[in-house]
């Protein structure tokens, strides 16, 4: 009797083990390499900041309250035959009056940090420092006090695309040099108001969709479409703001205040079709350097762009005929004051693509940024699809660029600022589809800090709820809460990814076999029945 219960043990052990051992994936059907998609359990190290991002256009509404000044996100949006539907961000989410609510729902998920940004037409509604919108600087004290009085810290990004419209006007925005100086002073303000509360800034979120949806294709707001010239003099005009940012808070905020300033770049990953080819692995680099590297590159790097960029450009702008490149030279001065001045690196990412190396250039007119960077990059039909079209969850994508990132940038500290997935716009609480890229996205994070040695200290999930997704509108649900948009009140319910967020953000990761320890309980549950009943029989 005694050696059958033995054998029953081991027997019931070997299942536990196995069963722990064999390898689980998320997307069982698509990603389902053992090597690189089972889910690796494991922790981030002690001290991971886990966050959820918003930015101030797609959620505060309260478009012309209390003083705050037109962006050209209002005027876009207004003028009708842009949005989807032609919504608006006038009320959003209401959260200019509902901060309380957004921070209680923070707390409830176990949050310590929160991303936003500053409306800057709010604080100054000309954009310029003459003219200080009081009311506009209490809310955002008004908001960050909630913050951390419920141990939130803020991280706080000073441009989500909504520039003051009256800077639009007067000098065409990022397209004039003017430019510099006031984002300076806004950004001055802002280090002075807020920075002895805040001590993570980040001066820009996405430059690459300013530049290119904003200024090249025109589908964003200001909607100049201006190819293949005005985006490099928009990203030109972004860096030296970005660098000026960075040392009006060196000289004079760091030592006291002591935070950090980064900026947030946009990239998906672009993996190399096959490997093994050199130029699948040179085209993968191009793609990245034409994405990422165009800003990385002189911020982070050496102060003037990546080489492939000048010399592509270069040459590509002689054969449309251009005296000299579509691309803008930085002075030998202006290197010296733009290179490094990110003192760490916040990266938005949401998808991947294959890429190939292209046969030939295409040096035909109207140039374009695609044009130059002439990547073919495609998506398989077979990957997840998600509530937008540009959105196809891959998740080992973000463990190669985190991993590119820390490569290129020599180790720098760096934040996903941005990860998440939209449904369509309907009412769904039990949102699988966004547990499962969270899931998988996260995991993948882990291994690149685990087991790649990436300097990734910390995510934020987009988004904390539903909100304003620009040229799509309302359509489109990032949120882990719904929200009823057609409710005065902006109710928030939250969705079942905000309990499955707020549990791994408790563990701090993937708890050890945590179906593996329910079958040894099981196991060992079994056997005491068994043995009081083996004693109960002798
Ligand atoms: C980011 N694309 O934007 C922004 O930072 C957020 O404001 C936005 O809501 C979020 O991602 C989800 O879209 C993107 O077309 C917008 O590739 C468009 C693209 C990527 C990012």
């Given at each position: ?12 052990l ?28 494991d ?16 959620i ?41 609510e957004?921070v ?33 600087i209490q809310?955002?004290n ?45 950004a ?19 430059p690459?969709?300013?530049?290119l ?37 060196d ?22 079709h ?78 991947s ?21 002439n990547i073919p ?10 509530g ?36 369509k ?7 699988e ?16 800090v ?35 948009f ?10 079942n ?22 079958v ?19």
């Amino acid at each position: 009797m005694a050696s059958l219960l033995a054998k029953t043990l081991c027997f019931i052990l070997l299942l536990a083990v196995s069963s722990a051992s064999d390898p689980e994936f998320v997307y069982d059907d698509v990603f389902n390499d053992p090597e690189r998609d089972a889910l690796y359990y494991d922790t981030f190290p002690e001290g991971f900041i886990w966050s959820s991002a918003t930015s101030a256009y797609q959620i505060e509404g309260a478009w012309n309250e209390d003083g705050k000044g037109p962006s050209i996100w209002d005027t876009w949006t207004h003028e009708g035959g842009n949005v989807h539907n032609d919504e608006t961000g006038d009320v959003a989410c209401d959260s200019y009056h509902k901060y309380k609510e957004d921070v209680a729902m923070m707390k409830n998920l176990g949050l310590k940090y929160y991303r936003f940004s500053i409306a800057w037409s709010r604080v100054l509604p000309n954009g310029t420092i003459d003219n200080i919108n009081e009311l506009g600087i209490q809310y955002y004290n008004n908001l960050i006090d909630e913050l951390i009085a419920n141990g939130i810290q803020p991280m706080v990004t000073l441009y989500h695309w909504d520039l003051p419209q009256a800077l639009h006007d007067s000098y065409g925005g990022w397209m004039s040099e003017d430019i510099v100086e006031d984002f300076a002073n806004y950004a001055s303000l802002c280090f002075e108001r807020f920075g002895d509360r805040v001590k993570f800034w980040l001066t820009f979120n996405e430059p690459w969709i300013i530049s290119l949806l904003g200024y090249e294709s025109g589908v964003f707001a200001p909607g100049v479409q201006e190819s293949g010239t005005t985006p490099y003099i928009v990203t030109h005009n972004l860096i030296k703001s970005h660098a000026r940012a960075w040392h009006i808070y060196d000289e004079e905020y760091r030592s006291t205040q002591e935070g950090e300033v980064g900026i947030t770049l946009n990239s998906d990953w672009n993996e190399p079709h096959n490997r093994s080819n050199p130029d699948h692995v040179a085209a993968s680099d191009q793609a990245m350097q034409f994405n990422l590297g165009w800003f990385a590159h002189p911020i982070y790097k050496n102060g003037d762009y990546p080489e492939i960029m000048k010399t592509r450009i270069a040459n590509i702008s002689a054969q449309q005929g251009y005296p000299k490149s579509r691309l803008p030279e930085f002075t030998e001065e202006e290197k010296a004051y733009i290179a490094k001045t990110g003192d760490f690196f916040g990266l938005n990412h949401y998808s991947s693509n294959y890429v190939v190396n292209a046969d030939s250039v295409d040096y035909s007119t109207p140039p374009s940024w695609g044009k130059d960077a002439n990547i073919p990059t495609w998506k398989e039909e077979e990957w997840p699809s998600s509530g937008s079209d540009w959105l196809k969850p891959v998740p080992w994508g973000i463990r190669q660029i985190l991993i590119w990132i820390d490569k290129e940038y020599d180790g720098i500290e760096s934040y996903v600022t941005e990860n998440g997935v939209s449904t369509k716009d309907v009412f769904e609480l039990n949102d699988e589809s966004r547990i499962k890229f969270y899931k998988s996205y996260i995991n993948e994070v882990l291994k690149a800090v685990k087991i790649d040695g990436a300097n990734c200290r910390g995510y934020a999930a987009w988004s904390l709820m539903d909100n304003f997704e620009w040229g799509a509108g309302y359509s489109e649900r990032f949120g882990m809460h719904y929200v009823d948009f057609t409710d005065d009140d902006r109710p928030r319910q939250p969705k079942n990814s905000a309990l499955f967020y707020s549990s791994l953000v408790k563990d701090n990761g993937y708890v050890v076999g945590s179906s593996c320890v329910a079958v040894i309980s099981t196991s060992l549950l079994l056997l005491t029945l068994f043995s009081s009943l083996f004693r109960s029989l002798c």
